[in-house]
């Protein structure tokens, strides 16, 4: 309640997502505008232009805004390749948000041959090993990586 009647009514609101992130997806309601990038570099979207389309990803998911929603995929669909899909395909993201997972999945499955001769498979499943502090994470990605071979093995 406002000290005295003159004074304005004043409203915070939490949010539980990165600032600049909600920043840039309220600035894609008014304007339906946004770039994604693949780097920092100065581009030519300016300042409403971002690296992280998972996340933004999320933040669109939470608030219902599916157009942002294909945006992001699409995005994410587009650059999906050898050396970053292990990464993507074994991500907490993919989990939380299936259908994601099931972009990624396909990519990983359809490159196989491609992806466990990569640099970026191996280092993956080292930083794994060596990081084992997290044994519901370590058991769930080796989980997902057994059933998608046995998964391909029957093809």
């Known amino acids: 309640m406002p000290s005295s009647p003159n004074s304005p009514l004043r ?4 949010i539980d ?3 600049e992130l909600f920043h840039l997806v309220l600035f894609y309601e008014h304007t339906k505008r946004i770039c994604f990038v693949h780097s920092t570099e100065p581009f030519i979207c300016g300042d409403i232009q971002t690296t992280d389309a998972e996340g933004v990803y999320r933040i669109a998911k939470k608030r219902s805004i599916p157009s942002l929603q294909r945006k992001a ?3 994410l669909e ?3 390749n050898v050396e970053n899909i292990t990464s993507r395909t074994f991500s907490p993201f993919a989990a939380e948000h299936r259908e994601i997972g099931f972009l990624y999945d396909a990519y990983f499955i359809q490159h196989w041959e491609e ?3 990569s640099s970026s498979f191996k280092d993956f499943w080292q930083t794994l090993e060596a990081e084992r502090d997290d044994l519901k994470e370590y058991s769930r990605v080796n989980k997902k990586f057994r ?4 998964e391909k093995a029957r093809f």
């Not at 409203?11 to 939490?14: E, F, K």
């Not at 059933?147 to 046995?150: K, Q, R, S, T, Y």
């Open 11 to 14: 409203r915070a609101v939490l």
């Open 17 to 19: 997502e990165d600032f």
């Open 73 to 75: 995929l699409h995005f």
């Open 78 to 80: 587009a650059t999906c």
């Open 115 to 117: 992806v466990k001769k």
């Open 147 to 150: 059933e998608m071979v046995f």
